[in-house]
């Protein structure tokens, strides 16, 4: 009986682990082809906040992003 709950406990931990690993991978892949923030965003983003936009500075903002999603 302790053996059947061992058991139970240890595929519940197991398939834990190998579900969180899947969605973790399926996550990367999904926000690297579909980045949140694109440069349409920025310039709407700017426009907003009443700052003009040049094409240098989001390209700019984008390298940034793309720095920080590297490093972490």
Known sequence: MLKDIL???LGIG???????L???K??????EKNPPINEDMIKMLMNQMG???N???I???MKQ???KQQTK
């Open 51 to 53: 700052r003009p936009v």
């Open 26 to 31: 399926y996550m990367e892949k999904y926000l």
């Open 14 to 20: 197991i398939g834990s682990l190998i579900g969180f």
């Open 22 to 24: 899947i969605a973790k």
């Open 55 to 57: 094409q240098k500075q």
């Open 7 to 9: 058991l139970i406990l």
């Open 59 to 61: 390209n700019q903002m």
């Open 65 to 67: 992003m793309k720095n």
